[in-house]
């Protein structure tokens, strides 16, 4: 019989050492690499074999081939000249913690199967609302990410709307119901409306206004009487701080107050920006905020929480849990009361010892220390916007919203500007990603890499100068 390798404790001690090492060494590497491997697919799956190990081998050696697999087709996310997309920062703080939330293997889907895991969770949200200045009485809880809580919200709109008959008839036979948001809403509304099996016919698209593409109110409620009067169910309004290709930000209390009066459950979609709000001189983008009855937003794009942790907050828990909590008996905690089952909050039943990464983040660096990087990221975004818009070659689609704004080459059509991204990629020294506004392709910018320095943006600046001819 083969004896099957086993890591002891001394091998596990001993392997993570290397592990650490190995993870700092590649994060100092990242400023000589290029931000985005070559896009070839298939490349790295042909560096495996096409079949598992019949027997252990061990991990001696795992590093290697780690670097030799897997690292050269990765994008690197961590890269201080990473600017596409949103940031997914991992700091060395949130690492350890993912890596000590590892350790500990909770299960934190009941209080009873980790009082600690529960209590810590209340309590890191209840610190970063009192960081975000939302009022007292707005509870939280960890989604996995903002689609989740987008997705949690979206079903409450649906059960509250049919008098919590959705979940127990279906909705074959109910009146149908309507949902409304701008065009500037991510993508997840729509995936939302998909998976709670309300149509995406019924998610209506609210005009925009202004320089920030708000949502415009007067219309919004002309369209819910609309609704009303042609037999529809209006449910729930998802407005946006921060919208994803631009920035968008919705006049909350214009529009949450449209909600309130016509008696619709509202979500706020701040999944970028809400970061922002820890620094009061932004908070100016989220007025009326208090007025929502739910929002989210991400602490693993721009405050340094390592990947996956969203903070999905509620002005009263009640409609959630009431549209998602299913307790059996062997999920029911007797004898105790005073407790939470955040399983209730959220769609999973699992959920793992997420609040650690928070926690060892706010202790690392304070609040004043994220507040310093994220102020730091607007500045220089902000800077670049003004250099560019300062030579003839480009325009200055719209304006800075915090660190993001988009640029066009003046004159290029879409096909000239889509080339124009990829030379830009290609070159390897940055990383942006294209979007769509007012019908024409964009590039958008968004500086949020913890890594990031001045310089970076700067040679930024010199990329797009340079790729533009």
């Given at each position: 019989m083969t004896e099957t390798p086993r890591l002891d404790w001394d091998e596990f001690t001993r392997l993570g050492a290397e592990i650490a090492e190995w993870g700092a060494a590649y994060h100092r590497?990242?400023?000589?690499?290029?931000?985005?491997?070559?896009?070839?697919?298939?490349?790295?799956?042909?560096?495996?074999?096409?079949?598992?190990?019949?027997?252990?081998?061990?991990?001696?050696?795992?590093?290697?081939?780690?670097?030799?697999?897997?690292?050269?087709?990765?994008?690197?996310w961590q890269h201080p000249r990473f600017f596409a997309y949103f940031p997914a920062n991992a700091t060395p703080a949130s690492m350890l913690a993912d890596f000590?939330?590892?350790?500990?293997?909770?299960?934190?889907?009941?209080?009873?199967?980790?009082?600690?895991?529960?209590?810590?969770?209340?309590?890191?949200?209840d610190w970063l609302r009192q960081g975000l200045g939302l009022p007292e009485g707005f509870h939280g809880v960890i989604q996995d990410s903002a689609s989740s809580a987008t997705l949690a919200a979206v079903l409450v709109m649906r059960e509250r709307a049919l008098n919590w008959a959705g979940n127990q008839q279906g909705l074959p036979g109910q009146q149908r119901l309507r949902i409304y948001a701008s065009d500037e809403v991510h993508t997840s509304v729509?995936?939302?409306?998909?998976?709670?099996?309300?149509?995406?016919?019924?998610?209506?698209?609210?005009?925009?206004?202004?320089?920030?593409?708000a949502m415009d109110p007067v219309a919004l409620k002309a369209q819910i009487a609309n609704?009303?009067?042609?037999?529809?169910?209006?449910?729930?309004?998802?407005?946006?701080?921060?919208?994803?290709?631009?920035?968008?930000?919705?006049?909350?209390?214009?529009?949450?107050?449209v909600a309130r009066a016509e008696g619709l459950y509202s979500h706020v979609d701040a999944a970028w920006a809400g970061a922002a709000m820890?620094?009061?001189?932004f908070r100016d983008l989220w007025?009326?905020?208090?007025a929502a009855d739910s929002l989210v937003l991400n602490?693993?794009?721009?405050?340094?929480?390592?990947?996956?942790?969203?903070?999905?907050?509620?002005?009263?828990?009640?409609?959630?849990?009431?549209?998602?909590?299913?307790?059996?008996?062997?999920?029911?905690?007797?004898?105790?009361?005073?407790?939470?089952?955040?399983?209730?909050?959220?769609?999973?039943?699992?959920?793992?010892?997420?609040?650690?990464k928070l926690w060892f983040v706010l202790r690392a660096y304070g609040l004043e220390g994220l507040r310093a990087v994220i102020r730091d990221h607007v500045r220089w975004s902000q800077a670049l916007a003004e250099e560019l818009r300062a030579d003839p070659r480009f325009e200055?689609?719209?304006?800075?919203?915090?660190?993001?704004?988009?640029?066009?080459?003046?004159?290029?059509?879409?096909?000239?500007?889509?080339?124009?991204?990829?030379?830009?990629?290609?070159?390897?020294?940055?990383?942006?990603?294209?979007?769509?506004?007012?019908?024409?392709?964009?590039?958008?910018?968004?500086?949020?890499?913890?890594?990031?320095?001045?310089?970076?943006?700067?040679?930024?600046?010199?990329?797009?100068?340079q790729m533009a001819g």
């Open positions: 590497s990242l400023p000589d690499r290029p931000v985005r491997a070559p896009l070839t697919p298939g490349a790295v799956a042909a560096r495996f074999p096409k079949a598992p190990p019949e027997q252990g081998q061990g991990l001696d050696g795992v590093l290697a081939e780690l670097d030799d697999k897997v690292v050269p087709g990765l994008t690197h000590a939330a590892s350790i500990l293997a909770q299960q934190c889907m009941l209080w009873q199967t980790s009082p600690a895991g529960t209590e810590v969770e209340t309590l890191m949200l729509d995936r939302a409306i998909w998976v709670a099996g309300i149509g995406a016919d019924n998610l209506v698209r609210i005009p925009t206004q202004g320089p920030l593409r609704d009303r009067a042609a037999g529809y169910l209006p449910a729930g309004v998802v407005a946006c701080t921060g919208g994803t290709g631009t920035g968008a930000c919705d006049d909350l209390r214009a529009v949450l107050a820890i620094c009061p001189e007025q009326g905020i208090e602490p693993h794009k721009w405050m340094g929480v390592q990947f996956d942790f969203s903070a999905h907050y509620l002005k009263d828990p009640e409609p959630l849990v009431k549209t998602l909590a299913i307790q059996p008996e062997y999920l029911k905690t007797h004898g105790k009361d005073g407790f939470i089952n955040y399983s209730e909050w959220s769609v999973p039943l699992g959920r793992r010892f997420r609040a650690l200055i689609v719209t304006e800075p919203v915090l660190s993001l704004f988009t640029v066009a080459l003046r004159g290029a059509d879409d096909a000239a500007m889509i080339e124009y991204v990829n030379r830009v990629n290609e070159d390897g020294r940055i990383y942006v990603t294209q979007g769509r506004t007012g019908g024409r392709i964009v590039v958008r910018f968004s500086v949020g890499s913890f890594a990031c320095t001045e310089a970076d943006v700067q040679l930024a600046g010199q990329v797009l100068k």
